[in-house]
């Protein structure tokens, strides 16, 4: 029975699967609607590609790829606060190992569809950490959490900063600005019942039931510790992410409100949540509505498809290259010794 629910995703076979294609399907056909729509001039916005200081993207690219570290690192320590790996055998990953499985997760949400690649990534910790599926994947919703609240935080700054420059209304921005607060308000919903009602509940479902749910209460209400440090490292991870988007648009040498820079990257993350894979058909048009504010429809345009090739197309080829050694090499050699005697069950729920 342990082998069955440490049984790893099959990705072939859901990536092959009618719903997945169908996906793309949907998402590429909205993309060419919208852009027959926006009345693109294409030929304009090659010519900005092709002439973008090739510098500023690396620079852009490298900083994109450095927040995985500061999200590997919260990660690792939201894992830590909950205590489930003091138990003899458990190995806490490195910060480069929880980099490595966060960028696996996000390859396998860019390939498949309800973004499936948080639970590949939390099965990834867990196999490797010697804990359990639902621990882990608990980690990962206290790390959506914390996400969301930071997220939420910054847009307010920027949307309070905007407003006081900008020269036009952005309905746009309000709209991502109202998704973030209803994202916000959903999460905290969530923790607050776990929090005073997961227990009771928990008691009244089948002993297998109970269990795995006391590991997910624990794994997402455990992590809620060492909170100024843990946000601080969210926002240096923004952070960066916000600058990949800013020389982005300085290597296609193009200019926009400083305040708009986070509303868009930040639109882009809440967009990616999208059930298509990567986000496809959503986060295209999304940020390049939100681009109009300040730009043409050709460099807009320009903008979304050069920060694409980063947030998207590196990730398919990076995080493939990732997900492929590993399927290939497997799990650390400590991770294989433990789950031949892997743990016993904690059903005591936190709090």
Known sequence: MQQDQNRPIPLRQRFFSLPTLLSFGIGISLIFFLATRFEIDWRAMLSNVRGMNPWMYALGFALYYLSFLFRGLRWRLLAQNTGALSSPGARLPSVLQCARFIIMGWFVNSIMWLRLGDAYRAYAFAEESRGRFSWSLGTVLAERVIDTATVFAILIISGILLATTATQDSPASSYVLLGASVLAALLLFVIVAMKFYGARIARLLPDRIETAYGQFHQGTLGSFKQIPFVFGLG????????????????ALGLDIPLALVPIVALGHALLSTVPTPGGVGAVEPGITGLLLLALERHDAASVALVDRSITYGSVIIIGGLIFLA????????????ANATGPSEQGTLAG
């Open 235 to 250: 926002a240096v991870g923004w952070g960066l992410e916000i600058a990949r988007l800013y020389f982005v648009i300085q």
């Open 326 to 337: 590993r399927r290939f090499a497997g799990p650390s050699k400590v991770s294989k010794s």
